[in-house]
């Protein structure tokens, strides 16, 4: 019997581009550039074109491309074994839950592995629901938890959930950075309240800190959890290891995934220490805590608290801020930002002129809402390289 060797794939960015038209689903917006290399802030298309990453592949790089440490843990991890549903236990996974739980915000003492936010999202709807015996999940406007059908029920962007309605009951979604809404909404039928501290997806907006000691005061009053959703926010976009560092908080339950393993799909949920375990055959996942993802996530972890990459995103988040603010276009309306998540709000559309403009500049940033441009850069990014970004910005600005 004779095996066929797997074609080839394209080579071309017209060619990539083309097959992946023909095939795939749809439901991306796609861009017009196929990447196909990466090394800290800087890609290659197909084509050889170099561009500056100011996007860390939607906020899962915060390394950068390829970085040692995780090209090493993968490799090696890869060879020893790869796959371990949970039900076994792993050396690699051991490992990891302990070194996550000592970094989480202190009082969390358990955690759920799974493989995306999405994931993540859902596991802690579910588990708010076992703990409290209560149903109702308190969200805020603008906010992003995923597109799975839990998840989606919590997310707010109308155009995304409307098509698939009805979602799951009893989800309300209150303004961000207003207590007195969430004073109205949270009642004794309240499971969890559910938010982010730097809206990501809904337009780069930090808490405030006032609000966030309250919705925290509020929960513990009224016996609602607090979910702090930091999907994207975890893992040192924020210049802390969690945007919780920056608020003096701890949730009762963490959403975890993007940057967690370097890339690698991977998700978690960070479980208070007052709930002990959780019952047996209530919740799992084929793929949660796999070796594979566990070895990388905690060569990952290793390295943001180990180094001074944390020191690091916050002094060049500042400076970012810094050099954007000084900006005068008469286009920019507000610069937002924390450590090295930062928006550009602006008094136009920002999709999909801007990103084409800045493509054309060989910069790759992200829209965050109709107006708001948002830059996700690797915490590795120089300080040259960052340059380089706001040169690009003011340019597509003045044109
Ligand atoms: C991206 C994101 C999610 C969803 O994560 P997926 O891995 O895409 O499912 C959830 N919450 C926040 C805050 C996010 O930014």
Known sequence: MTRSEPANPP????????????????????????????????????????????????????????????????????????????IFPND?????????????PSGMARVFLCNSGAEAIEGA??????????????????????????ALSTTWEPKYREPFAPLIADVTHVAYNHLDELDRAVNATTAAVLIELVQGEGGVRPADPAYVQGVA???????????????????????RLWACDHY???????????????????????????????????????????????????????ELTTTDLLCQAALKGEYLLGKLRALTSPKLREVRG?????????????????????????????????TVLRLLPPLVIEYAQLDRAVAAIADVLDA
């Not at 550039?33 to 860390?56: K, P």
């Not at 690699?92 to 989480?104: D, M």
């Not at 005061?217 to 607090?226: F, I, N, Q, S």
Request: charged share 15%; aromatic share 4%; net charge positive.
């Open 11 to 86: 080579r071309t960015n017209a060619a990539i581009i083309a097959t992946e038209q023909a095939h795939t689903s749809g439901v991306y917006p796609k861009r017009n550039i196929a990447l196909v290399r990466g090394v800290g802030a800087q890609v290659w298309d197909a084509d050889g074109v170099e561009y500056l990453d100011c996007t860390s592949a939607q906020g899962a790089a915060n390394l950068g491309h390829c970085h040692p440490a995780v090209v090493a843990a993968l490799n090696e991890q890869a060879q020893t074994l790869i796959s371990c549903p949970e």
């Open 125 to 150: 709807l579910k588990f708010a629901r076992l703990l409290t015996g209560r149903t109702g999940i308190v969200a805020t406007k603008r906010g992003f938890h995923g597109r799975t059908m839990g």
């Open 248 to 302: 003096g908080i701890t949730p009762d339950l963490i959403t975890l995934a993007k940057s967690i393993a370097g890339g690698i799909p991977m998700g978690a949920i960070g479980i208070h220490a007052r709930f002990g375990p959780l019952q047996p055959a209530m919740h799992g996942t084929t793929f949660g805590g796999n070796p594979l993802g566990c070895a990388v996530a905690r060569a990952v972890l290793h």
């Open 338 to 370: 924390m450590g090295l998540i930062v928006g550009l709000e602006l008094k136009e559309r920002v999709q999909p002129y801007l990103i084409r403009l800045l493509e054309e500049q060989r910069v790759l940033a992200l829209p965050a809402g109709p």
């Open 92 to 104: 690699q996974r051991a490992a990891y839950q302990q070194a996550l739980v000592a970094a989480l």
């Open 217 to 239: 005061a509020l929960c513990r009053e009224r016996g609602a959890l607090l979910i702090v959703d930091e999907v994207q926010t975890g893992f040192g976009r924020t210049g």
